[in-house]
């Protein structure tokens, strides 16, 4: 516990910690949240630093940097989009595989966890 507090407290006091040691560690795929990572990272550091703050307005504001985030996000399925599907429908399946037991007849596969 020690160490996951440790960078807690790394990623809260130092942005430039955050910056560069957790930024550059994102997935493309999920590129387009950086810019709600970074707002959302101030906003709580914002909120530890004036401790009175977070109880007024803290929950409203992180609303609406989701509703912009959501807004921004673009819908068209590019390459990133299909891979991603790809792989989270192959893992999927090849979980199932791993713990289907043919002699247990409670066991289903429920289609509808994959995604479309």
């Not at 910056?19 to 959302?40: D, G, N, S, T």
Request: charged share 25%; aromatic share 14%.
């Amino acid at each position: 516990m020690d160490t996951v507090a440790k960078y807690k407290t790394k990623v809260m006091e130092n942005s430039a910690y955050f910056k560069h040691e957790v930024i550059p560690h994102i997935c493309p795929y999920f590129a387009e949240l950086v810019p709600l990572l970074k707002q959302w990272r101030q906003l709580l550091y914002i909120a530890y630093a004036f401790r009175a703050y977070e109880y007024q307005y803290i929950y409203d504001i992180v609303l609406e940097l989701l509703d912009k985030t959501i807004s921004s996000i673009d819908d068209v399925d590019d390459a990133l989009s299909i891979k991603e599907v790809d792989r989270r429908k192959t893992g999927y399946k090849s979980s199932l595989d791993t713990f289907q037991c043919s002699n247990n007849p409670t066991f289903r596969v429920v289609d509808q966890f994959l995604p479309p």
